[in-house]
């Protein structure tokens, strides 16, 4: 999922138009577009000769690349049968229809006719079943960046998970039903293949662990972390040990997500609450990690990862209110979304008296808050934008006074009320990215078949 993604592109222009201005306006636009951070594959330029020369020598330098989306760059009236000539080929992957713009010369607009050729270009691309995305540049304006690059996100997204894959010790967790999957359609309509493994391959892997590398990790936790009191050397050295025997599976099967079986799993069987296995996950393998066996809510935050480019944190709901709702975490936060130093409590929570407990404060900021679940036979995307706020006082009822107030944030959404939120929640988990994202999450919804929910 880190790898930079291959973009193919191809300018067109007309026969009849200067060959030295449609060159201007390629390399102008390549230009743009190398700003973005993408890896671009240059087919050069296509006009409508009648032997198709151009046309072809575009398909051999970018066929044969392993390409998450082509760019079609209209720099000029093209006719339409120029374009389909290469574009056919590329009918398996998304493509950007991109008509650039005339300009002004003496008081006069002069034009090349590119939207001529993109108006011609867009029915025919639909008609022809191309998953396509129409843009368009505007005189004297700004290029439309932000839309190609929120479309190319999704793209090299939709390319990426065809190679991802989640791994989930155990399966449902406290037979919960919102977190389960659907394995033939996971991975022929999203492409991830889920991988379970047993608890026992971690208990087996901790055997083969060095004392060197378990002494490391101990050393970090107590350099790196803030503890609000005195935690026993042997709950951190457990820690250590589940997360280095966790991540020697990680590191042999290539996992890009993992979650665990936590209530009927590391609390039940282990007698240990698994927060501080997966903040060193974290760590040592820069994936996201959910709990409960939440293999929907695993596939959202590689999905959101893809589009984001942030490491994103899971979270609950707690309670609602008018215009927000309390959101958190009974166990931890990533590093990355932590305000301040990485906090941790030894707490005690109903049966389970040796907990070590991230009580870390939560960045603030606005967030693209999703949730990707299948509901009758359909993929549905959940979304919505809300500014995070520092929350109020709380606390969740069972823990050992002080009860400590967990990671959380209260959000106010924008782009829907509470009640149209409630009415279409779809998990007590949800995903969060920093940032507006709704624009990629809505191309990449659109390519993959996914309903999306606002």
């Known amino acids: 999922m880190n790898k930079k993604a291959r973009i193919g592109y191809v300018c067109f222009g007309e026969v009849n138009t200067p060959i030295e201005r449609l060159q201007m306006k390629h390399d102008e636009a390549l230009a743009a577009l190398k700003a973005l951070d993408y890896d671009f594959v240059d087919g050069g330029l296509v006009i409508d000769d009648p032997a198709y020369e151009t046309a072809d020598a575009a398909l051999a330098k970018i066929q044969g690349e392993d390409l998450s989306a082509l760019v079609i760059c209209v720099a000029g009236w093209v006719p339409t049968h120029a374009v ?179 209530v009927d ?40 990862k893809g589009l984001s480019g942030q490491t994103v944190p899971y979270m609950e709901y707690y309670e609602f209110f008018e215009k927000s709702m309390l959101i958190g975490v009974p166990d931890y936060v990533p590093a990355c979304v932590t305000d301040g130093d990485v906090t941790v409590l030894p707490a005690a929570f109903g049966l389970l008296n040796a907990s070590l407990l991230n009580v870390s404060k939560v960045k603030t900021g606005y967030v693209t808050c999703a949730r990707l679940v299948f509901l009758k036979g359909k993929y549905k995307m959940h979304v919505y934008t809300a500014e995070a706020k520092t929350p109020p006082a709380w606390n969740e009822f069972g823990w050992d006074d002080p009860a400590p107030q967990l990671p959380s944030l209260e959000v106010f959404p924008d782009s829907c009320t509470v009640e149209e939120f409630a009415q279409n929640v779809s998990c007590q988990h949800v995903i969060l990215a920093y940032g507006d994202f709704v624009e990629e999450i809505r191309d990449f919804c659109k390519m993959m078949d996914i309903e999306l929910v606002m």
């Not at 793209?155 to 919102?178: E, F, H, I, K, S």
């Not at 069987?269 to 695993?298: C, K, Q, S, W």
């Open 265 to 304: 799993g590391m609390k039940k069987l282990m007698g240990f609450p698994p927060a501080m296995v997966f903040m060193l996950i974290e760590r040592y393998h820069n994936i996201p990690t959910v709990p409960e066996n939440d293999v929907m809510g695993a596939v959202t935050q590689i999905i959101m």
């Open 84 to 262: 389909i000539r290469v574009t056919d080929h590329f009918r398996h992957i998304p493509m950007v229809l991109w008509g650039l713009c005339g300009w002004k010369e003496n008081g006069r607009i002069i034009t090349t006719a590119e939207q001529a050729g993109t108006t011609a270009l867009r029915p025919a691309f639909e008609a022809l079943d191309y998953t396509f995305k129409y843009v368009y540049n505007i005189i004297d304006k700004p290029f439309p960046m932000k839309k190609i690059d929120a479309y190319l996100r999704a793209a090299a997204t939709r390319r990426a998970l065809r190679d991802a894959r989640v791994g989930t010790m155990g399966y449902r967790d406290m037979l919960l039903y919102g977190t389960q999957y659907e394995g033939n359609s996971m991975r022929s309509q999203i492409g991830i293949e889920v991988e379970p493994f047993e608890m026992l391959e971690m208990v087996q892997n901790m055997e083969k662990l060095d004392p060197a590398q378990v002494a490391e990790g101990v050393k970090f936790v107590k350099e790196n972390w803030v503890f609000k009191k005195a935690c026993d050397d042997s709950v951190i050295e457990n820690g250590v040990k589940y997360a280095l025997a966790i991540g020697m599976k990680i590191a042999e099967r290539g996992w890009d997500a993992i979650t665990l079986i936590d």
